[in-house]
T-cell receptor, first 113, second 112 residues
């Protein structure tokens, strides 16, 4: 069974540029999560989707970050405009239902110059 | 955001040695999880604990859910080189849905 797929794996951009990350969860998983992991830290939740509905986005910096999960399957996380402090690994995870085991993708490593 | 206090930050051990790491919090969690992350990959779940006092094993790994529900411990016995990686604890509360709060990780290096 395929795991969580993320692309791109690496991205280098200049500050003030937009960037987008894509995630395809494990087939059949209704819950999708986006986490940000700063260097030397554990992941921190940005947003959680139940199907196509964002049910926990309290940690998402809404002035520059946006996310969508059209049709309740794959998801896109966007940053516009990017700032130097956005350099991090952006991890996507999915679970069958809320509170079930979360399976993580390999992440997108973002470097903002 | 809130993070759990995980220690030690790093460990350098010889192959065959046992390893212990722990995670503490000022608040109660209803579920404790231990993940391992290798370079360039996302975290992978090792052990899940659902009940205070619970002791669970997965091969050479053993984890315990602290009786106060504010801490958890992970032990690795007879370490091998492929144990190298960053180990994260994570807690989950009933009141926060499925949100996980992670520790800062313990970097484990195993010398052959």
């Amino acid at each position: 069974e395929a795991g969580v797929v993320q692309s791109p794996r690496y991205k280098i951009i200049e500050k003030k540029q937009p960037v987008a990350f894509w995630c395809n969860p494990i087939s059949g998983h209704n819950t999708l999560y986006w986490y940000r992991q700063n260097l030397g830290q554990g992941p921190e939740l940005l947003i959680r989707y139940e199907n196509e509905e964002a049910v926990d986005d309290s940690q998402l910096p809404k002035d520059r970050f946006s996310a969508e999960r059209l049709k309740g399957v794959d998801s896109t996380l966007k940053i516009q405009p990017a700032e130097l402090g956005d350099s991090a690994v952006y991890l996507c995870a999915s679970s069958l239902e809320m509170r079930e085991t979360q399976y993580f993708g390999p992440g997108t490593r973002l470097l903002v110059l | 955001g809130q993070q759990l206090n995980q220690s030690p930050q790093s460990m350098f051990i010889q192959e065959g040695e046992d390893v212990s790491m722990n995670c503490t919090s000022s608040s109660i969690f209803n579920t404790w999880l231990w993940y391992k992350q290798e370079p360039g990959e996302g975290p992978v779940l090792l052990i899940a604990l659902y009940k205070a006092g619970e002791l669970t094993s997965n091969g050479r790994l053993t984890a315990q859910f602290g009786i106060t529900r504010k801490d958890s411990f992970l032990n690795i016995s007879a370490s091998i080189p492929s144990d190298v990686g960053i180990y994260f604890c994570a807690g989950q509360k009933e009141t926060s849905g499925s949100r996980l709060t992670f520790g800062e990780g313990t970097q484990l290096t195993v010398n052959p």
